[in-house]
């Protein structure tokens, strides 16, 4: 069983979609985060939570959603998505909490690579 | 000025010398630094991360850190062809659950 799991691995939508990608994380961890990779573009962090409660959203277009019902479960739904937004949506956990210097330590999923048609 | 900066490259090096990687970073207060890498189609692998200036050695792989010239390299010594891949540096924004990336280095180790 891997550290962070991610489905799907791959998501083809159109713009009227909706559509939700999955984190599960078996490492006891505290906090999870949603990053997003573009190509030549560094990784952007999208959201944070940390023992479930929301603790950074990085400018994030509402179209994109996340949940995180408990520590290792978490969510991004989306809807009416651009072309733009596709992308490999990395989740990723670590054991810290805000601020700490563990925060620094993610351990990342193998991503989902979503495409917007 | 980019947070955190670094050389795409690609940089090229032959089996067994020492690779050397660049990061600089635009915030002073950052205190926590790291290193992941990258294989093409993957996903990013925390393989160090240093907190104090000066030098930390794990392996083949060196970290270096100079806070007062806002620096931070990454050294592998007796590359293999399987270090080939991006290696991506990453600083801990003071004060927030944040860690910004750079671009990454595309390290090319040829046989």
């Known amino acids: 069983e891997t550290g962070v799991t991610q489905t799907p691995r791959h998501l083809v939508m159109g713009m009227t979609n909706k559509k939700s990608l999955k984190c599960e994380q078996h490492l006891g961890h505290n906090a999870m985060y949603w990053y997003k990779q573009s190509a030549k573009k560094p990784l952007e962090l999208m959201f944070v939570?940390?023992?479930?409660?929301?603790?950074e959203n990085n400018s994030v277009p509402s179209r994109f959603s996340p949940e995180c019902p408990n520590s290792s479960h978490l969510f991004l739904h989306l809807h009416t998505l651009q072309p733009e937004d596709s992308a490999l949506y990395l989740c990723?956990?670590?054991?810290?909490?805000?601020?700490?210097?563990?925060?620094?330590?993610?351990?990342f999923g193998e991503g989902s690579r979503l495409t917007v048609l | 000025q980019k947070e955190v900066e670094q050389n795409s490259g690609p940089l090229s090096v032959p089996e067994g010398a020492i690779a050397s990687l660049n990061c600089t970073y635009s915030?002073?207060?950052?205190?926590?630094f790291f290193w992941y890498r990258q294989y093409s189609g993957k996903s990013p692998e925390l393989i160090m991360s240093i907190y104090s200036n000066g030098d930390k050695e794990d392996g083949r792989f060196t970290a270096q850190l100079n806070k007062a010239s806002q620096y931070v390299s990454l050294l592998i010594r007796d590359s293999q062809p399987s270090d080939s891949a991006t290696y991506l540096c990453a600083v801990n924004i003071p004060g927030f659950q944040k860690l910004v990336f750079g671009t990454g280095t595309r390290l090319l180790v040829s046989p």
């Open positions: 915030d002073r207060g950052s205190q926590s």
């Open positions: 990723a956990s670590s054991r810290g909490g805000a601020g700490g210097t563990s925060t620094g330590e993610l351990f």
């Open positions: 939570y940390n023992f479930k409660e929301q603790t």
